[in-house]
């Protein structure tokens, strides 16, 4: 008889923080407490797609072979682990990677981390590219606290330019990966202190404090 193939898990594209934020099930009467699934919203995660740099990486020089990098995409920080003959898939990757990471969801101690099946670098933009991408798939709906967060993140924009005259400004992608609030709010924040004057560009897509 022909072997059954079981259908591939969705590799949803998600931002880490989330992914941490999300709801663990783990299976019933399990002894080693199993990962089912992360709920979040009306999805089923077990597998994920996401773009994230590598900030560390460990190989373990004893018998057991056994490495981890760990992953941070702006809004949280995740582990990729692997063992044994796995452990080939992080040969060439450093610290400073940006990478696609496509894999399967473990836990252990309620620790969430991933077993890797496709590690691919990628151009450090495509962190905003993605960023981009699931702010559109996930719109957050209008509440009546949306002017205390246009307050707070002005506020938090103008300490981050401030901030960034020491460099002669900063690039709007910077900004926009920093901060958690939603693109095309950040954007048409920085449109609205350029036309107030409170800001300027000295090139196009670079933003300084005009004092």
């Given amino acids: 008889m022909p072997t059954e193939i079981r259908k591939r898990e969705t590799a949803h594209k998600l931002r880490i923080g989330d992914l941490l934020k999300g709801n663990q099930v783990y299976e019933e009467d399990s002894e080693k407490k199993r990962l089912r699934f992360i709920e979040i919203g009306d999805k089923q995660v077990l597998r994920i797609n996401l773009i994230a740099n590598v900030i560390d990486k ?9 490495g981890s990098i760990t992953l941070d995409d702006g809004s949280g920080q995740i582990r990729a682990r ?8 992080f040969n060439d990757i450093t610290q400073g990677d940006t990478l696609l990471v496509i894999g399967l969801l473990r836990a252990y101690n309620e620790e969430i ?3 890797p099946e496709i590690l691919k670098k990628q151009d450090p933009k495509y962190l905003l590219v993605r960023k981009l991408e699931i702010e559109k798939s996930f719109p957050k ?3 009546t606290e949306k002017k205390e967060e246009i307050k707070s993140l002005r506020d938090e924009l103008m300490n981050i330019i401030k901030e960034s005259e020491s460099q002669e400004g ?17 954007n048409q924040e920085i449109n609205k202190l350029l036309e107030e004057g409170i800001v300027y560009e000295p090139r196009p897509g670079r933003v300084r404090y005009l004092g």
Avoid: H, Q, V
């Fill in 58 to 66: 460990y190989i373990s020089e004893g018998e057991r072979k056994f």
């Fill in 82 to 89: 692997a063992f044994a003959e796995d452990l080939e898939k």
């Fill in 113 to 115: 981390y991933i077993i």
């Fill in 141 to 143: 709906p209008l509440t």
């Fill in 170 to 186: 900063i690039d709007k992608e910077e900004i926009i990966l920093k901060l958690k609030s939603e693109p095309d709010l950040i």
